[in-house]
């Protein structure tokens, strides 16, 4: 399973609405973890600086629907700050992600909202895939297990939304907001799966929440 499908289990509920505490800024999450899925594929690399941009190296098909698909709405922004790509939402992955979970017997297509209005509900019909992935993001937060790139990745992703406390209460065993977020930045410094990818990926994310509430800051501020 992608990351991507992986981080959009977490966001969701069983009844297939997305998480109270990752609602605004879900867009940021998934476009971050699609772009290190296609890092994974060698389709795509992060640039090592402060600012990094993100540059797609091959166009070829990966094979994978919602990687391909994703690759090439990208191409034409190669070269682009990874900040700004994430505030793009042409390059959400979220209905081929869908589809792909659909396809893979997680997810299944249900009603629509209040008298049929809103968006197609899709909720999780096999809670198997999610329960491993709290099983194991539990396993490697207490130390009992290594974590992978994706392990390090989701989480640095979560807590970069500021969402990690809120969706792994559970996983994170008693840990308070602070306790946990200083886990998780340890896991990712100090571990090679975490890489520069993941690292760089967190620092954005941060830098376009922080890029999204300015607006709300000055207005409130200003009032």
């Given at each position: 399973?992608l990351i991507v499908e992986?981080?959009?289990?977490?966001?969701?509920?069983?009844?297939?609405?997305?998480?109270?505490?990752?609602?605004?800024?879900?867009?940021?999450?998934?476009?971050?973890?699609?772009?290190?899925?296609?890092?994974?594929?060698?389709?795509?690399?992060?640039?090592?600086?402060?600012?990094?941009?993100?540059?797609?190296?091959?166009?070829?098909?990966?094979?994978?629907?919602?990687?391909?698909?994703?690759?090439?709405?990208?191409?034409?922004?190669?070269?682009?700050?990874?900040?700004?790509?994430?505030?793009?939402?042409?390059?959400?992955?979220?209905?081929?992600?869908?589809?792909?979970?659909?396809?893979?017997?997680?997810?299944?297509?249900?009603?629509?909202?209040?008298?049929?209005?809103?968006?197609?509900?899709?909720?999780?019909?096999?809670?198997?895939?999610?329960?491993?992935?709290?099983?194991?993001l539990a396993a490697v937060?207490?130390?009992s297990a290594a974590p992978?790139?994706?392990?390090?990745?989701?989480?640095?992703?979560?807590?970069?939304?500021?969402?990690?406390?809120?969706?792994?209460?559970?996983?994170?065993?008693?840990?308070?907001?602070?306790?946990?977020?200083?886990?998780?930045?340890?896991?990712?410094?100090?571990?090679?799966?975490?890489?520069?990818?993941?690292?760089?990926?967190?620092?954005?994310?941060?830098?376009?929440?922080?890029?999204?509430?300015?607006?709300?800051?000055?207005?409130?501020?200003?009032?």
């Amino acid at each position: 399973m992608l990351i991507v499908e992986e981080l959009h289990l977490l966001l969701t509920r069983p009844d297939g609405r997305v998480e109270s505490a990752a609602s605004v800024h879900r867009l940021f999450g998934a476009i971050a973890a699609v772009i290190v899925d296609l890092s994974v594929q060698g389709r795509v690399v992060v640039t090592e600086e402060k600012n990094p941009a993100v540059q797609v190296v091959s166009a070829e098909p990966t094979g994978n629907p919602v990687l391909d698909a994703t690759l090439v709405r990208l191409e034409p922004l190669s070269g682009k700050r990874l900040q700004s790509l994430l505030m793009r939402s042409k390059l959400d992955p979220l209905d081929h992600v869908i589809e792909s979970l659909v396809v893979q017997g997680v997810l299944v297509r249900g009603e629509r909202g209040f008298f049929g209005w809103g968006s197609l509900r899709t909720p999780e019909s096999d809670p198997g895939p999610e329960m491993l992935i709290r099983s194991r993001l539990a396993a490697v937060l207490s130390g009992s297990a290594a974590p992978t790139q994706a392990d390090v990745t989701i989480l640095a992703i979560l807590q970069g939304m500021n969402a990690a406390h809120p969706i792994l209460k559970n996983e994170a065993a008693g840990a308070s907001a602070g306790q946990l977020k200083k886990r998780i930045e340890q896991l990712v410094s100090g571990s090679a799966a975490g890489d520069a990818v993941t690292k760089a990926v967190n620092t954005a994310i941060a830098a376009a929440l922080m890029a999204a509430m300015t607006p709300v800051i000055v207005a409130t501020t200003t009032g």
